[in-house]
């Protein structure tokens, strides 16, 4: 089971968090500082994987964006380094060519995006096309009422059509 | 796609994220945190806010308690915003309380009515979204609230929904085995779902359900594999295809319940045999995902009943995880290692120099499954050179977690192999002094019992043997500067047990020493207790013994300290010594009989020694004992304490609306659990059974089986197959070469001369190290091979090397052959970089500086590495620019305002720069691995977030790449 996903920046700034396990905010800032600390400081070429406090922590690092997932000891470790890599393809075909910037103003899509994909800790859903199909559903009613609301972002987005 | 890659958030919003980026200090950044805190509290709780403010409030507030603030104040907010009737306002509502609470808070409560209420909903966007707050937020005591309507989604329309339904009953199976005992049958029937989505989902609780108790589920043996056949046959719909895998989420998934329910089952396993093998055999070692799979088999080969022809072929899948030059590939194969070792002991010896390497290479996390590994291959014969390895590593490093774990391995070890007394006291002292605040106290009182009763030798010679070497080494210790407690505690009991026992030191030289114990700790009481013990004893024996006792004056005093303590407990021990020493020799002997600690003491808990006396005043007069039930009048206590249970559960908290008042219609009103079970037809177990083994064997097929989904078969195998892995593969285990496998294994006799040779050259530098190496691994793996290597360090290497095959008699004869070898299989890795893909290739190195500072900045138009990228990007320059013109001039004519660089700033020049600053995006873009077809789409796209980046004063200087740069680039 996966107990948390983190996205960490290079400069160590959380840039996401989801809890699968309960966790206080204070031990969730104990995690993020702890975790940050051994994930950010390891050479490149290392295993993507940790043991920390009897869990596994497998992380990744896409451009200067670390992904992080706690998993159990029992965990088949290069599966969830495939899942993570499953969650950044999604995003990148969401975001088109996703990068850090795109997470950090658009981070409540992330999240939507992840609990299509993961659910309860598990992964819930192994095909990008039907995650796509049902954000993209969530997303068109999103559409209609920021039309309404006719944002200027919204006339920029149809002046580069 | 460009609305989704655009900003919707108010300036305000965009200002606050921007400025958290710029902070420079975690301090800076809380003080920006906490004035946004305050801006918010005054906002949300004001009147009338528009529905789209609010919205923005709650995802401020969640990105506040992301940064690990508190938020509480707003929780409220965010559940009265999943009673919104709006979806895209009871979505964020629904993620916010997701994410802020966890399922024992007291706003559930309120939230439960909502989830009910949208469950029900006909919008299946609604469901979903009630759906991934109950994974979350439902608890046990709420499950029944909620549990007839999710059983009753199991059979909705829409498949995402079946699919959070079965996730949803796993979330409660996880929270209350009990609450969804009763509906097996239900993910039963849904493993045979026509949507290969629901299927893999079912396999997620039905994993715990057989984790649990296997025996209910070999029936199902049969389907699981079937189901595992057509995965690996491509027969699921491409969509699920991941990097030309077959949905290998749903193979690994499935391989492990294998595992499960073929462990110990010789004739379940059988049916599981022919599909992992085509597994493994078919296993695509090039990608990541592929390992994966293979690394599952081998945990499934490793955990059912064993079959000799898939071991062979899982030793050669760990051979090549071993040799390969990723990491994470070392580590499987370590971790694969180990669980095969206990099937074929001998698998370890042809891998003995990786797993040394392993073992001293840089990476923690390497070194930690090697010492895993170590830990299970430990034997008599190699349990010095293991435990000193972990020892040295204990001593190296500073988590304590981990420190505690290894401790605890160490003496674990020790205590079961250790091959000398001496060594053993030597190792548990080592382990005491540098681990000791760590260690278990139960180690410590083990580590005393085993001083006391010995290793279960009879030899009495030994005993005294064990003792006094353990005397000695403590007499030795005990000047150390800081020593940790449970240490001391155990030193101070063996000095007061045996430190006299052998007549070497006399009563006064160990006193004193205990004394200056107690007073070097003397702010720990345990030490001190536990050392005014040790001096009682000591006087005990020398009293019993006839001899005379003289305190010393330092003892005296320590004794008059502790007679006058705060501590009870001292104080009482101090006037037992007192007592003690006033006594003659046959009642001190009586008191503390010398070498006694192992003597059972009889407790008689029925005092039956006061029998005479209890009968005696009865006879007198007095009342006989009453017990205490009788006395409170309860005649079966534990009786009443059940009903009161049951009283309480009825008393528990309903989520059901009340009944509209009818006319009386008696006993309807049950309790919620009995309600929702007779909502389900109760269908027999093994009619499912049956069912689920046709459907799962026609239905997928049917579903999804066209034909040119199994032409891609081959050509699949042919793209990704065998390539890189022959070279290596033939130059390593020439010892073992099986037929089974023949994909990649070229007949090693005839290359293995030039190999030799061509590596002959090499092979003498290597040779200055390895010795070394060969010295270590004779002495981990020697013990195995052969009885006649007994003096297994001192041996020297290319006779060490040699132990990797004792069929060679003559050793000596080989050496160079046999080391050269080794060196090739250490030296040649397979040459490609398996997991490297999104590893970025640091062109740029991390700023130093935060990359947001630069941000605000105006353009740099050398942009580094990204304009040199290829021609296309240039050609399509034109175009792109054009199309930027157009967006900028619409904002300037739009949105001046808003922009906060304001409109000046976008005359032409800058815009030229600016148009170099894009072309190094697309660039970037194009070269991107994704399929070419997206490629137009990428580009606009980066064009489209470029701009909005831009509009809100974030530049993309050339210094700071990475917030831009592609993740998947």
């Not at chain 2, 989604?153 to 079946?162: M, N, Y």
């Not at chain 2, 010679?461 to 940790?484: C, D, F, H, M, T």
């Not at chain 2, 040119?708 to 020439?734: F, H, I, M």
């Not at chain 2, 630069?854 to 050609?875: F, M, P």
């Amino acid at each position: 089971m996966i107990h948390f996903v983190l996205l960490i920046s290079r400069q160590g700034k959380v840039r996401l968090t989801k809890w699968y396990s309960p966790y206080t905010q204070k031990e969730r800032s104990k995690v993020i500082r702890e975790l940050s600390g051994v994930i950010l400081s390891r050479a490149p070429k290392l295993c993507n994987f940790v043991e920390w406090r009897g869990h596994k922590v497998v992380y990744k690092r896409y451009a200067s964006l670390y992904f992080c997932m706690c998993i159990d000891d029992t965990d088949n470790e290069l599966e969830v380094l495939e899942m993570i890599h499953h969650f950044v393809e999604i995003l990148d075909r969401y975001f088109g060519s996703v990068c850090e910037l795109d997470l950090i103003f658009n981070f409540h899509k992330a999240y939507y995006i992840l609990d299509e994909l993961l659910i309860a800790g598990e992964l819930q859903e192994s095909s990008k096309k039907t995650v796509a199909r049902l954000i993209a559903a969530q997303d068109s009613l999103v559409e209609t009422a920021k039309e309404e609301a006719s944002s200027l972002s919204n006339i920029i987005a149809q002046a580069t059509k | 796609m460009g609305s989704q890659g655009g900003f919707g958030q108010s300036k305000e919003f965009l200002d606050l994220i921007k400025s958290i980026g710029e902070a420079r200090s975690k301090a800076e950044e809380d003080r920006i945190v906490i004035r946004e805190i305050e801006t918010l509290k005054r906002r949300i709780s004001e009147p009338d806010i528009p529905k789209r403010k609010m919205k923005e409030y709650i995802i401020r507030l969640l990105y506040v308690e992301m940064l690990g603030h508190d938020a509480s104040f707003g929780y409220i907010h965010a559940v009265k915003m999943t009673h919104d009737d709006n979806l895209l306002s009871k979505r964020t509502g629904y993620l916010a309380v997701t994410l802020f609470l966890n399922d024992d808070h007291d706003l559930i409560i309120l939230i439960v009515n909502t989830i009910q209420k949208d469950l029900k909903s006909d919008n299946y966007l609604v469901v979903c979204a009630a759906l991934n707050a109950v994974c979350r937020l439902i608890n046990e005591e709420t499950i029944p609230a909620v549990l007839p309507l999710i059983v009753e989604l199991l059979s909705h329309g829409k498949e995402a929904v079946r699919k959070k339904a079965v996730m949803a009953l796993h979330s409660f199976y996880r929270k209350s085995p009990s609450s969804v005992s009763h509906l097996v049958s239900n993910f039963r029937k849904r493993l045979c779902d026509n949507d290969p989505g629901v299927m893999g989902a079912t396999l997620c609780p039905l994993f715990d359900l057989i984790n649990d108790d296997p025996n209910p589920y070999k029936d199902l043996v049969v389907s699981f594999v079937s189901i595992l056949k057509q995965v690996a046959e491509h027969r699921l719909p491409k969509s699920y295809d991941y990097h030309q895998m077959p949905a290998p989420f749903v193979q690994i998934k499935l391989l492990k319940i294998l595992a499960l329910l073929g462990s110990g089952d010789k004739p379940s396993s059988e049916h599981m045999y022919t599909v992992i093998g085509d597994i493994i055999r078919k296993g695509d070692s090039s990608s990541n995902i592929g390992n994966a799979i293979l690394y599952e088999s081998i945990r499934t080969v490793s955990s059912i009943h064993s079959n000799a022809k898939l071991l062979e072929a899982a030793a050669d899948v760990i051979a090549k995880f071993l040799k390969s030059d990723s990491h994470n590939l070392k580590y499987m194969g370590i971790d694969a290692l180990g669980r095969l070792i206990k099937l074929s002991p001998l698998i370890a010896e042809q891998h003995q120099l990786a797993v040394i390497d392993c073992l001293e290479d840089p990476d923690d996390t390497l070194k930690r499954k090697t010492f895993e590994l170590l830990y299970k291959m430990t034997k008599s014969s190699n349990v010095e050179v293991i435990v000193d390895r972990m020892i040295e590593y204990m001593i190296s490093i500073s988590d304590d977690h981990y420190k505690t774990y290894i401790a605890s391995r160490c003496v674990e070890l020790a205590e079961q192999f250790a091959p000398s007394n001496h060594w053993f006291i030597q190792t548990m002292n080592k382990v005491f002094e540098h681990a000791g605040d760590l260690v278990n106290i139960k180690v410590a009182h083990n580590l005393m019992r085993l001083i006391a009763e010995g290793f279960g030798e009879d030899d009495d010679a030994a005993y005294s043997q064990l003792r006094s070497s353990a005397v000695e080494s403590y007499l030795r210790i005990i000047g150390e500067p800081k020593l940790p407690s449970v240490f001391l505690q155990v030193i101070c009991w063996v000095l007061g047990e045996y430190g006299t026992a052998d007549g070497k030191h006399s009563a006064s030289y160990i006193t004193g020493k205990l004394c200056d114990m107690a007073e070097a700790y003397s702010n720990d009481e345990i030490v001190k207790a536990y050392a005014i013990t040790a001096l009682t004893k000591i006087y005990a024996f020398e009293i019993a013994a006839g001899r005379k006792v003289d305190m010393l004056s330092e003892c005296q005093s320590l004794v008059e300290e502790l007679l006058a303590s705060h501590s009870t407990d001292l104080q009482q021990r101090a006037y037992e010594l007192q007592a003690v020493i006033g006594l003659d020799a046959r009642a001190v002997e009586a008191i503390l009989p010398h070498d006694a600690s192992c003597e059972d003491i009889e407790v008689d808990k029925n005092l039956s020694f006061l029998n005479g006396y209890i009968q005696q005043s009865i006879e007198s007069g007095a009342m006989p004992y009453i017990s205490e039930n009788e006395r409170s009048g309860m005649v079966n206590t534990s009786n009443f304490r059940s009903h009161d249970q049951q009283e309480s559960g009825q008393h528990g908290l309903r989520f059901e609306a009340y009944e509209v008042p009818k006319a009386p219609v008696p006993s309807k009103v049950t309790p919620v659990s009995l309600s929702s079970t007779t909502d389900l037809v109760p269908v027999p177990e093994s009619l499912y059974a049956r069912e689920t083994q046709q459907i799962s064997s026609v239905g997928l097929a049917s579903d999804t089986g066209s034909s040119e989904l199994k032409l891609r078969l081959d050509g699949v195998q042919k793209k990704w197959g065998k390539p890189t892995y022959s070279s290596p593969a033939s130059s390593s285990n020439s010892t073992s070469q099986n037929p089974v496998n023949g994909v990649t294994k070229v007949d090693v006799a005839t290359t293995i001369n030039s190999k030799a040779r061509d590596s002959y050259d090499s092979r003498k530098q290597q040779n200055e190290i390895d010795p070394e190496k060969q010295k270590l691994a004779a002495s981990l793996f020697g013990g195995s091979t052969k009885t006649e290597r007994r003096t297994s360090t001192s041996s020297k290497g290319p006779k060490a090397s040699a132990a990797d095959r004792p069929q060679d008699s003559k050793a000596a004869s080989v050496p160079n052959k046999a080391s050269g070898e080794k060196t090739n299989q250490v030296q040649q890795p397979p040459p490609q970089d398996l997991l490297d893909l999104g590893e970025p290739t640091v062109t740029a190195a991390p700023p130093a500086v935060d990359p947001f500072m630069q941000l605000e900045g105006l353009l740099d138009s050398s942009n580094s590495s990204a304009v040199t990228n290829s021609g296309g990007a240039v050609a399509n320059a034109p175009d792109i620019m054009g199309l930027y013109r157009g967006t900028t001039s619409s904002e300037q004519s739009g949105g001046g305002g808003y922009n906060p660089a304001s409109g000046d700033n976008l005359n032409l020049l800058s815009e030229l720069s600016n148009a170099a600053a894009v072309r190094g995006t697309t660039g970037a873009t194009i070269v991107s691995p994704l399929s070419p077809s997206v490629k137009g789409a990428n580009a606009k796209d980066s064009l489209e977030k470029d701009a909005k980046v831009r509009q809100m004063g974030v530049t993309p200087t050339s210094q700071n790449p990475n917030l831009f740069r592609d993740l998947l680039g």
